[in-house]
């Protein structure tokens, strides 16, 4: 079992940045794929971003793509989400994820997911 501890959100204007990280405990990091989803009020869940057990591979949405990096430190059990050129649409409770894969996978789908952060919110002004 892993515990989940986002942080790293805030209140910024469109056009900035922003670094979460999520720091795990427990089993080690490397066990695990990781994923940031992000859940706005009156809105379904939304996939984010999704990393590798070793970072190898990298997946995003086309919402994102571009704007957003995922990366993570095994060795700091800590996954980070870089975003940049924040837009107010990006606005949102952002969660961190875990979940036991194969060490090339990424995973899109929220319900695969067995260990979830408490979020932390982003909100980005106009």
């Known amino acids: 079992q892993v515990q989940l501890v986002e942080s790293g959100g805030g209140l910024v204007q469109a056009g900035a940045s922003l670094r979460l990280s999520c720091v795990a405990s427990g089993r080690p990091l490397y066990s695990y794929a990781m994923g940031w989803f992000r859940q706005a009020p009156g809105k379904e869940r939304e996939f984010v971003a999704s990393?590798?057990?070793?970072?190898?591979?990298?997946l995003y949405p086309d919402s994102v793509k571009g704007r957003f990096t995922i990366s993570r430190d095994n060795a700091k059990n800590t996954v980070y989400l870089q975003m940049n050129s924040l837009k107010p649409e990006d606005t949102a409770e952002y969660y961190c994820a875990a979940t036991y894969a194969l060490t090339v996978a990424t995973i899109s789908e929220s319900a695969r997911y067995d260990y979830w952060g408490q979020g932390t919110q982003v909100t980005v002004s106009s």
């Open positions: 990393i590798s057990r070793f970072g190898e591979r990298v």
